[in-house]
DNA sequence: TACGCCATTATGGTATACCAATCAAGAGAG
DNA sequence: CTCTCTTGATTGGTATACCATAATGGCGTA
């Protein structure tokens, strides 16, 4: 490996001089964060060779986290050209409909399997998340909610769907996390739902998690807007309306 | 690349001397195509170094189908050993269970998006595929069926979900694919489905989407119930029941 | 000035050597 | 005969060299 002299992403490669075993999981972690994070922006292009010198890796490695983030669809390759994939209203909105159906079926589940223990539970961590707790910690509970609530499903398929789902909304919950408002009154429908489900009431559960959903996308879908997308610009990240 | 002397897979690794570009997606084809087909058998174990004599490729472009084969959940890594995915019953179900819930919510989209045209190509494409074909071809058609279905929802993800679970399937549905009774029956079932989904009833299409998946598992649980095992075993094919 | 052609370069695809760790088999002791 | 420790082989992880080609920028021409 070159020697690294530019401090580029951080306090990486500070490795020894041989091999550095176990690292790839790594490397995928930093690049997948660098991107959910807007650290690399939407639409940026990408080229192994860079990447091997921000993260401290050979290429082998960093062609294994391209390759699993291409799947998770963050990274796209439009014949040999490797971009960051670009924020599209339209495929935002898909991703938000899916969700609904999705959650529908975790909630119908959920209500089906979700034992008192399983319950009370979640109701902790929900509660734990209330207090101090900045915007960054505030979502990675909401998603970790949304992937617990998934998993009383009992179902390993619908739990990857929601994993999914939720990696591809990220970006967009990302860019606006500057509205601490929506904190309690996530923390309120979270527990109404789950309260739902432990009255056993498949339909309205489902019909809470829609309407949760829902509240997500139009502050979202407002977010990303036309008259929004000024300030967004400015940070380098661009909105595209049609593909 | 060492000489290639055994036919092995087949008519394959008769290139050049030099590298053999895109040979990459041929290796994952082939690699994926050699686990549906239980040409490798399910909880086989794998090596990169077999598969590179086997395949007739060095370990780089090995590695990226076996990346990519394990997101798809055909194979598994635990640890260091790598194994092709086993067949485990209460997977499978669950499987059919997520599908269920995945082909209501076509049906719906369908209903609000398909046009006429849309209904007539893909019904065309099923009476095509009535007559003389074979049971590979068969279920060839009924896969691609499900997946055209699937984009009437206009929604990525819902088809993206449709392709995953039928080849999470696939392999079981291979095993059985000696019960050629029930092609008519399939042929009549989605042309009722289109039917429906032609004439804008959303709930009845999701149910008789919902019954044709639920028949099609009876038949599968079927096959692979305790009194069918001895069969399978004598075919080395091994189905575990709890994981 | 604008458009298209060509040379250079950058990039991904491939093959391969090296390493550490794991697994397995065999030898030796009890 | 069994259990354990040692040793060697196998394997995945990593780094890197080579190659064909696509991308890019410059140049020449209309």
Redesign the pocket.
């Known amino acids: 490996?070159?020697p690294e002299n530019d401090p580029e992403t951080g306090p990486e490669t500070g490795?020894d001089s041989?091999?550095?075993?176990?690292?790839?999981?790594?490397?995928y972690t930093r690049l997948r964060a660098a991107i959910l994070t807007l650290d690399l922006l939407p639409g940026e292009?990408?080229?192994?060779?860079?990447l091997?010198g921000m993260l401290?890796?050979?290429?082998?490695?960093i062609?294994?986290a391209v390759l699993r983030l291409e799947t998770e669809g963050l990274i796209q390759?439009?014949?040999?050209?490797?971009r960051v994939t670009s924020l599209e209203l339209a495929e935002i909105l898909e991703a938000f409909e899916y969700r609904e159906h999705i959650e529908a079926a975790v909630a119908q589940l959920a209500c089906q399997h979700a034992t008192k223990a399983d319950i009370t539970r979640l109701q902790k961590i929900l509660d734990a998340g209330r207090q101090g707790a900045d915007a960054a910690a505030w979502f990675e509970i909401g998603s970790d909610f949304h992937i617990l609530l998934a998993e009383l499903s009992r179902n390993r398929f619908l739990v990857r769907a929601v994993t999914d789902i939720l990696t591809r909304i990220e970006r967009a919950r990302w860019i606006m996390c500057s509205l601490p408002s929506a904190r309690d009154e996530a923390h309120d429908e979270h527990s109404q739902i789950l309260r739902l489900i432990e009255l056993n009431r498949p339909e309205q559960a489902a019909e809470a998690l829609k309407e949760h959903g829902r509240g997500l996308r139009d502050i979202l879908a407002e977010s990303l807007s036309q008259r929004s997308r000024a300030g967004l610009r400015a940070r380098g990240v661009d909105i595209i309306d049609r593909a």
Chains 1, 2 share one sequence.
């Open positions: 490996m070159p490795t041989t091999a550095n075993p176990a690292q790839g999981a790594d490397v292009r990408l080229s192994e060779r860079a091997e401290g890796a050979s290429r082998t490695p062609r294994e390759r439009k014949g040999r050209v490797m």
